[in-house]
C-alpha cells in the first residue's frame, strides 16, 4: 500500500476509534465546533435518543438568519461530544400573526412509538411574553422536516418555558412554567399532540425547568425568574411526580449564579457499568446569541443530593455510563 494512503487510513481509524469509545472531550462554557467546525447552535436545547443516536434541537441564533422567520437547528452524535449539523428542521414565518419580534423557544422533540412520528413541542409568543403557549409541529424523520400543526395552552394554563421529561416506563411529560401559579408537570396524550393530564404542579416560579429519575427518586431543577441573566439554580426531590415534593436548594454555590448558567435538561445515560446524568445548560449572551455557550457538566447526583461541580472539561463515555473530570 502506497505509504500516504496508509497513515491516513490510520488516521481514520484513529479517530473513529476514539469516537466509538466516546473520549472526546466536552469544554463547558468554551466554543463548541460541530464537526464541520462551526459553533453549535442549539440553545435552549433538548435531546432525544434514537438507537444509538443522540439528536440535539434547539434554537437556531446563528448571523443573518431572516429576522422574520424562526429556527430550530437539529444536530446528531453517537458520542455527546461530536455533533454533526443535519439542518434547520424547522424555518418559519410568524404561523399566528404574534407580530415583528414573535418568539418561539425551547424546542423539544419526542419520539411517538405508536404513531412513530416526531413531535416537537416550543414556546409560541409574541414580543411581550403575553400569548404564553405551546406550539406543536411534528415530523416523519428526526432530521426533519417538521410541519407546524397548531399552539395552545397547555390544559389551558398559561406556558413560557417548557421542559421534556421521559420516564423509564416510556411515558412522556411536558414541564412548562404557569406565571401565576408555578412550575407544572403534565403528562402528554397517546399521540403526543395534545396533554392528557396535570400530573403536578409545584409552587415554585421556576423556568428552565427539568427533571430526572435517577435511582427511585424523581430530582426538578429549574431557575428563578431573572430574563437572560444567570441566577442561583434549585432543586427538589420527590419519590413520586405527583409529588409531595421537598423544598428547593442550591444545586452550585450561590454567588456563582449556576456558573452563569440556565438549565435546560438533564440527560441521564444508562450504560453498562454505571448511569451518569449531565446537567445541560445555556450561558446566554443576549447581545450576541449566537455566541451563547453551553455548560455541560456530570452531576453529583443520589440519596436525595444533587450538585453541579465547578465547569473543567470532561469525557462521557456512552456505552459504560461513565463520566471523567478532566
Ligand atoms: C428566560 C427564559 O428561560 C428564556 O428561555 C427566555 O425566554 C428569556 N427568559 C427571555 O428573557
Known sequence: MHKGKGLALAGAFIIAAFTAFGQAEI??????????????????????????????????????????????????SKNLADWTFKGDVIQMSDPENLGRKWILERPKVFYNHKTQKYVMYFHLDNAAYKYARVGIAISDRADGEFKFV???????????????????????????EDRPFGFRIARLADDYLSLEKEICLIPQHMEGGAIVHYKGLYYAIGSALTGWRANPN?????????????????????????????????????GSKTTSVIFLGDIWKPKAQWDSRYLWMPLEIGDGKLWLPKPAAFTINVKTGETQIK
Request: glycine share 10%; with cysteine.
Open 27 to 76: 469544554r463547558p462554557g468554551e466554543v463548541w465546533p460541530d464537526t464541520k467546525g462551526e459553533h453549535i447552535q442549539a440553545h435552549g436545547g433538548g435531546i432525544t435518543k434514537i438507537k444509538d443516536t443522540y439528536y440535539w434541537y434547539g434554537e437556531e441564533r446563528r448571523k443573518g438568519l431572516d429576522t422574520n422567520k424562526r429556527y430550530v437547528s437539529c444536530y446528531a
Open 150 to 176: 397548531k399552539s395552545f395552552r397547555p390544559l389551558d394554563h398559561e406556558s413560557r418555558d417548557i421542559g421534556q421529561f421521559v420516564d423509564d416506563d416510556g411515558s412522556a411529560y411536558l414541564i412548562f
Open 234 to 270: 434549585k432543586y427538589a426531590t420527590a419519590r413520586s411526580l405527583a409529588g409531595p415534593w421537598s423544598e428547593f436548594k442550591d444545586i452550585a454555590p450561590p454567588e456563582t449564579n449556576t456558573y452563569g448558567a440556565q438549565s435546560t435538561l438533564m440527560l441521564k445515560i444508562t
